[in-house]
């Protein structure tokens, strides 16, 4: 796998342990028991249950073996720390679209803690990448899968 660092806030290290610990302990065993449940019914070659329990079982523990993966190589930023003046890892941007006026918060993140529906996009996104490094009042043209879009910076604050 990656051996590159994986930088998450102290809130995305937490919940990406969490998700872990569940698979581990009710995911795991849950369909541990599913596939001898399962096997009790009889021939396996005609066993939808079973297949499905097993084809559910690789997933569960590709899921485990990715986390374990990134967890060896996520290191904890302290988002209090990182300057204000530009956008930054975890900095909250308002930025006006200048075609029709609307003001939008976006958070920058790791992709590993993105959220679109609550406006908390990845540093790897088109408007997230175009977003770092800018400053307030700066303009940026950002080509985005429905066009291009036109934004100016308005503020810049931590969380």
């Known amino acids: 796998m990656d051996s590159d660092p994986i930088y998450l806030s ?5 919940k990406m342990e969490n998700e872990l610990k569940k698979l581990k302990t009710i995911n795991r065993p849950a369909i ?9 019914m009889g021939d396996l ?3 939808a249950e ?24 996520a ?6 720390n990182i300057p204000s003046d530009k956008a930054y890892l975890f900095a909250k941007v308002l930025v006006k679209d200048l075609k029709n006026g609307d003001e939008i918060e976006f958070q920058l993140a790791p992709p590993d803690e993105a959220d679109v529906d609550n406006d908390i996009i990845s540093i790897k996104s088109p408007i997230g990448a175009a977003l770092l490094g800018k400053g307030v009042g700066e303009q ?14 308005i503020r810049i604050s931590r969380e």
């Open 50 to 73: 079973y297949h499905a329990a097993k084809e559910a079982q690789v997933h569960i523990e590709r899921k485990i073996a990715e986390l374990e993966d990134k967890l060896s190589r």
């Open 75 to 80: 290191r904890s930023i302290e988002t209090g």
């Open 45 to 47: 070659s005609e066993n």
């Open 140 to 153: 940026i043209e950002i080509k985005v899968p429905a066009g291009i879009v036109w934004y100016e910076v």
């Open 10 to 14: 102290k809130q995305g290290l937490l």
């Open 32 to 40: 541990i028991s599913e596939i001898k449940r399962a096997m009790q």
